[in-house]
Antibody, heavy 117, light 107 residues
Framework: QIQLVQSGPELKKPGETVKISCKAS????????MHWVKQAPGKGLKWMGWINTETGEPTYADDFKGRFAFSLETSASTASLQINNLKNEDTATYFC??????????WGQGTSVTVSS | DIQMTQSPASLSASVGETVTITCRAS??????LAWYQQKQGKSPQFLVYNVKTLAEGVPSRFSGSGSDTQFSLKINSLQPEDFGSYYCQQHYGTPPTFGGGTKLEIK
């Protein structure tokens, strides 16, 4: 069965860097792009962007250009999200989700990132 | 960006009732509308795509309808496991955008 397993919760200080991983199994990794979605505490879902798992080309939503970077380790069927220069407003749960014609048909369990001094 | 507006923001209903959640797009998205369910502390689950096609394993008490800019998700005979938050998402344009969510609570 399709599974996306994300790395564990993170507690970071402002200005630090965090890298979240999302390991896929149960399908051919390079056949489906991967979305990243942010959910701030008590808030809704916000699309951050996606990465083409065949070419490695990332696409970022406007609000996530600059400090955010998507990457792949194709041999390990793993997508990653790195956030640099963390700010308090980056405190959220981050989800990876498999893309299927623009929908998100399978989701990781989420990774909580807390930014606090 | 295409704006998605959901209503109501919250809804209280009893087991066995039928409820409807609506979603409006700021422009024509044809039939490129998906729905997700999210339970507290869990990841969203894929429910419906292309307005009315149920994702694998989704019970038939869920149904989607609509076209162009107006859409709805209907849940017949609510079950205890149906309570949580629901989000619509347009998958016509980039960026894909979500509605603000509807929290369905037990009355």
């Amino acid at each position: 069965q399709i599974q996306l397993v994300q790395s564990g919760p993170e507690l970071k200080k402002p200005g630090e860097t965090v890298k979240i991983s999302c390991k896929a199994s149960g399908y051919t990794f390079t056949d489906y792009s991967m979305h990243w979605v942010k959910q701030a505490p008590g808030k809704g879902l916000k699309w951050m962007g996606w990465i083409n798992t065949e070419t490695g080309e990332p696409t970022y939503a406007d609000d996530f250009k600059g400090r955010f970077a998507f990457s792949l380790e194709t041999s390990a069927s793993t997508a990653s999200l790195q956030i640099n220069n963390l700010k308090n407003e980056d405190t959220a749960t981050y989800f990876c989700a498999r893309n299927d014609y623009g929908t998100m048909d399978s989701w990781g369990q989420g990774t909580s990132v807390t930014v606090s001094s | 960006d295409i704006q998605m507006t959901q209503s109501p923001a919250s809804l209280s209903a009893s087991v066995g009732e039928t409820v409807t959640i609506t979603c409006r797009a700021s422009e024509n998205i044809y039939s490129y509308l998906a729905w997700y369910q999210q339970k507290q502390g869990k990841s969203p689950q894929f429910l419906v795509y292309n307005v009315k096609t149920l994702a694998e394993g989704v019970p038939s008490r869920f149904s989607g309808s609509g076209s162009d800019t107006q859409f709805s998700l209907k849940i017949n005979s609510l079950q205890p496991e149906d309570f949580g938050s629901y989000y619509c998402q347009q998958h016509y344009g980039t960026p894909p955008t979500f509605g603000g969510g509807t929290k369905l609570e037990i009355k």
